[in-house]
């Protein structure tokens, strides 16, 4: 980090203008890379000081070329020579210690290289294009984009500005970033030497950028120490005695994870599955989380159980030994295989008890999601390079179907940058972009919603049919009118819950747009972005189509807005009466029908499903027996549910006329949470028609059911 960097006859930050002003000379890459190549000793003889790094590269990849790393090498340690940090330590210590780390994570060659040359352009007079002519365009790149990162104001004035600023820095590789972590997490370890007030302040943006960023690149390795530096810094009382309580629990000696690990050991010996059983010790963010959550810690809450396995079959294997062998919690279950979190994180979660009492919680997982698990985006090797055809198989079957056309389908690689870089530049300013963005960053629980196709959305708990409607459809979901959450139709403020099921309903107006009730709902930066510029490109009250219809809405139906029963073509078994049709029920042929003897000689004909019928014969009314004519004509009620938009009703009464139906009375409800209920009273020609009319109505966008009236108020008519 170049804040660190010091020159011992100098006291201060030594910057390379000043190094240039004291007649520093030129370095000769050419010469320092034929040195690199001819080396101090034989040619396939790494330097000592990068012998650890090498070994933990080849530990992941035994074939590696380290060439590039040996010139990297002597590159960084000439240009950082005499250059010293705060704590005492020659500068070179710095970037080679961000390269161990990368390395031990899985980084790939161009990352290490990188790493080793980070701070190079930053602090020495090595410039981007020597470094594109000795090691390629991609080591340019990640170098380049981890200087700007460097160049980037931390102050909190600076605050909605600085991530954008990354953003843009990191561009749309990852290893940016995963070098930027790396270089943090050496920082944090060594930030002793600093003073307790920049100490506090470096902690902060730690807490508040990067270990969200960290989480969500899936690099928990370096996630979880960071969180624990951090703690130490911001709560030290607390860290103080989270300390004390593992330093109690080790006193006590015995750990009764050991057991249940011996048990479980045997029980998959026996069941013939190869499997390496481990403990875990909790880190101590994670003590904490776990005493403030129980209180009273007891024994096993200090670890957990990590179980490794081959195969994904075998992790289902583990499982069902586990079940029958011991006594599961049924509530810890949980399948992140199956459906895995956004940022990589495949496993099984699992708890059982112990016969003394004691709940063991268990990760099972195969090797490779533990090391994906571990080091997240860095596991990924060069996440740009074409796969070979080996990985383009494994690739194949293990991609699901939600995958999008000329998406990568992982989210961090880089689709999850591209996405946030797609937010700043929408963002109408600073303070709305990062707002929104940190209460992303804030999410710490991931749900899982599926879509008819069977492809699935990764939502943030709380999330609504909103979010999803961006998450699914970008901008396009500007004109979503409702949703159906599991078959049922819901509004587009219903909160989602983990493995629903859920289809976007989609308007045709290209007039229509969010309105402001959606931010209400929004939890997602991408929604209430988008939702945002939309309203401020369009001010006027068009931006709010729940409530934009050109017609005056009409207060709720009375028993009095409904018409007088129509003369029926009805024929009842009484001589003189007057025949009505009910208004509460609206029968026309052929539907089956009762009727009964009211006021005045009338009698009026009802649907047998009707509820009025039940009534009436509960106190006693006859019913007179009642068919159906030879006319026709009839008249009857129907209810359009719809979700509300702009010339809904100018629409529906021009499908009802394209039916040939006279509209004799019609009724507009106050919109309520985005939805609009019409009520028409039509007189159709013939009977036979009233299904195709209500097929058409249907089909009108924003319709999403039709139905025959039903308003009890009109029964005793």
Same mark, same amino acid.
């Given at each position: 980090m170049s804040a660190e960097a010091t020159n011992p006859a100098m006291p201060g930050p030594v910057t390379p203008a000043a190094q240039r002003?004291?007649?520093?000379?030129?370095?000769?890459?050419?010469?320092?890379?034929?040195?690199?190549?001819?080396?101090?000793?034989?040619?396939?003889?790494?330097?000592?000081?990068?012998?650890?790094?090498?070994?933990?590269?080849?530990?992941?990849?035994?074939?590696a070329d380290l060439e590039p790393l040996r010139r990297a090498w002597v590159l960084a340690e000439s240009s950082h020579r005499g250059q010293m940090r705060k704590s005492g330590e020659p500068y070179i210590t710095h970037p080679l210690a961000v390269t161990l780390i990368l390395a031990q994570l899985g980084a790939e060659i161009t990352t290490l290289t990188a790493s080793l040359l980070h701070d190079t352009v930053e602090d020495t007079d090595v410039t981007?294009?020597?470094?594109?002519?000795?090691?390629?365009?991609?080591?340019?790149?990640?170098?380049?984009?981890?200087?700007?990162?460097?160049?980037?104001?931390?102050?909190?004035?600076?605050?909605?500005e600085t991530f954008r600023k990354m953003l843009v820095a990191t561009g749309n590789d990852v290893r940016v970033m995963s070098i930027k972590l790396a270089d943090r997490l050496h920082n944090m370890r060594t930030l002793g030497v600093m003073r307790p007030e920049k100490q506090a302040r470096i902690a902060k943006v730690t807490r508040d950028v990067l270990i969200p960023l960290a989480e969500r690149l899936g690099v928990q390795a370096l996630k979880t120490e960071l969180e624990d530096l951090v703690f130490a810094i911001l709560l030290p009382e607390e860290y103080s005695q989270v300390q004390e309580l593992i330093a109690a629990n080790a006193a006590h000696?015995?750990?009764?994870?050991?057991?249940?690990?011996?048990?479980?050991?045997?029980?998959l010996r026996e069941a013939g599955i190869a499997a390496e059983v481990l403990i875990r010790p909790r880190h101590f963010v994670s003590v904490h989380r776990v005493h403030r959550k129980r209180g009273e810690m007891r024994a096993a809450d200090f670890g957990r159980l990590l179980v490794l396995v081959n195969e994904d079959a075998d992790c289902y294997g583990v499982l069902?030994?586990?079940?029958?062998?011991?006594?599961?919690?049924?509530?810890e279950f949980k399948d992140f295989i199956a459906v895995p979190k956004f940022n990589l994180y495949q496993s099984l979660h699992t708890a059982v008890a112990r016969p003394d009492g004691e709940v063991a919680e268990v990760l099972i997982?195969?090797?490779?999601?533990?090391?994906?698990?571990?080091?997240?985006?860095?596991?990924?090797?060069?996440?740009?390079?074409?796969?070979?055809?080996?990985?383009?198989?494994?690739?194949?079957?293990?991609?699901?179907?939600?995958?999008?056309?000329?998406?990568?389908?992982?989210?961090? /690689?880089?689709g999850w940058l591209s996405r %946030? *870089?797609?937010? !700043?530049? +929408? =963002?109408?300013? &600073?303070?709305?972009? $990062?707002?929104?963005?940190?209460?992303?960053?804030?999410?710490?629980?991931?749900?899982?919603?599926?879509?008819?196709?069977?492809?699935?959305?990764?939502?943030?708990?709380?999330?609504?049919?909103?979010?999803?409607?961006?998450?699914?459809?970008?901008?396009?979901?500007?004109?979503?009118?409702?949703?159906?959450?599991?078959?049922?139709?819901?509004?587009?403020?219903?909160?989602? /819950?983990?493995?629903?099921?859920?289809? %976007? *309903?989609?308007? !045709?107006? +290209? =007039?229509?747009? &969010?309105?402001?009730? $959606?931010?209400?709902?929004?939890?997602?930066?991408?929604?209430?972005?988008?939702?945002?510029?939309?309203?401020?490109?369009?001010p006027t009250p068009a931006s709010a189509p729940a409530a934009a219809t050109t017609e005056k809405p009409a207060p709720p139906p009375q028993a009095s807005d409904f018409p007088r029963p129509a003369e029926a073509n009805a024929v009842?078994?009484?001589?003189?009466?007057?025949?009505?049709?009910?208004?509460?029920?609206?029968?026309?042929p052929p539907d089956e029908v009762t009727a009964f003897a009211v006021r005045g000689g009338v009698v009026t004909v009802h649907r047998v499903e009707c509820p009025a019928v039940a009534r009436m014969k509960e106190v006693g009314r006859a019913e007179v027996g009642v068919r159906w004519g030879d006319s026709a004509e009839c008249r009857v009620t129907l209810i359009a549910e719809s979700f509300g938009r702009a010339h809904l009703m100018a629409d529906l009464t021009e499908a009802i006329a394209m039916e040939g139906v006279e509209v004799m009375s019609a009724t507009v409800e106050p919109p309520s949470q985005q939805r609009v209920r019409h009520t028409y009273t039509l007189q159709l020609p013939d009977a036979a028609h009233l299904p195709g009319l209500m097929r058409a109505m249907r089909a009108v966008p924003g319709v999403y059911d039709v139905t025959r009236a039903q308003h009890p108020a009109a029964a005793t008519s």
């Open positions: 002003r004291r007649g520093r000379p030129r370095l000769d890459l050419r010469r320092l890379g034929r040195a690199a190549l001819l080396g101090s000793g034989t040619r396939d003889r790494l330097p000592d000081a990068i012998g650890h790094v090498a070994e933990a590269h080849r530990a992941h990849y035994p074939d981007l294009d020597q470094v594109r002519t000795e090691f390629g365009d991609d080591v340019c790149y990640l170098v380049d984009g981890v200087t700007k990162l460097e160049k980037v104001d931390y102050g909190a004035a600076a605050e909605p000696g015995g750990d009764p994870l050991e057991g249940t690990a011996d048990d479980l050991r045997a029980v069902g030994e586990l079940h029958t062998c011991f006594t599961p919690v049924v509530s997982r195969t090797h490779q999601m533990h090391k994906v698990a571990e080091a997240g985006v860095v596991a990924l090797r060069n996440p740009y390079a074409p796969p070979s055809e080996e990985q383009s198989d494994t690739a194949s079957d293990t991609l699901s179907d939600d995958t999008i056309e000329g998406e990568r389908a992982d989210p961090t /690689r880089p %946030l *870089l797609d937010w !700043q530049e +929408a =963002a109408p300013d &600073p303070d709305t972009f $990062w707002s929104t963005l940190r209460e992303d960053l804030a999410q710490d629980r991931e749900i899982a919603v599926f879509r008819p196709d069977g492809g699935t959305l990764g939502l943030p708990a709380g999330a609504s049919c909103v979010d999803a409607a961006y998450a699914q459809y970008g901008e396009d979901a500007h004109a979503c009118i409702g949703a159906r959450v599991n078959g049922r139709l819901a509004t587009l403020s219903t909160v989602l /819950r983990d493995g629903d099921t859920v289809q %976007l *309903l989609m308007g !045709q107006d +290209a =007039a229509s747009g &969010p309105s402001r009730e $959606w931010l209400d709902h929004a939890r997602t930066p991408g929604a209430r972005i988008a939702i945002r510029r939309w309203l401020t490109t369009h009842v078994d009484r001589e003189g009466a007057s025949v009505r049709l009910a208004g509460c029920c609206t029968p026309v």
